[in-house]
């Protein structure tokens, strides 16, 4: 099961991606198996040298707890430091930010998370890609017929 951030692709123009290892507790497993979880708000930046995924929200299904309980919480990303200079390099230049995409479960059972690093789109560059969107759309009926 993994957890799409559908407007990461509609909002930013994305350079390039990255795969990351996610730092979880054992309670946020499940859920997140589960799809028990949102990265719509989600942001990623850098503190001390390391990166980590801000306002990750995850539905907690502890017994302890009366029902469930949203947790908004910060996680570390695990990267090389090769790949941590090189995606500061990028974040420091102007305008550029890392946004989450996915996060997904590997075949040997491990959380990732996939990212993208770009540039926020104006208004008028949406309104382009919906424009392309909808044209392509429209080529592939008009070929179906």
């Not at 306002?55 to 017994?63: D, T």
Request: no cysteine; aromatic share 8%; net charge positive.
């Amino acid at each position: 099961m993994s957890i799409l951030n559908r407007r990461a692709k509609f909002d930013y123009e994305i350079k390039e991606t990255y795969i990351a290892g996610l730092v979880l507790e054992s309670n946020e497993v499940k859920p997140l198996r589960q799809g028990k979880a949102s990265i719509q708000s989600s942001f990623i930046n850098e503190q001390k040298g390391e990166i980590f995924i801000n306002n990750f929200e995850i539905i907690s299904l502890q017994k302890n707890f009366d029902g469930k309980k949203k947790i908004k919480s910060v996680k570390k990303l695990l990267l090389n430091k090769r790949e941590i200079k090189k995606i500061l390099g990028l974040l420091t230049t102007k305008g550029f930010t890392a946004v989450p995409m996915e996060i997904f479960f590997n075949e040997k059972g491990l959380a990732k998370v996939k990212f993208g690093v770009g540039v926020g789109k104006k208004k008028y560059d949406k309104r382009e890609s919906i424009k392309q969107r909808e044209w392509s759309r429209k080529k592939e009926r008009l070929l179906r017929k």
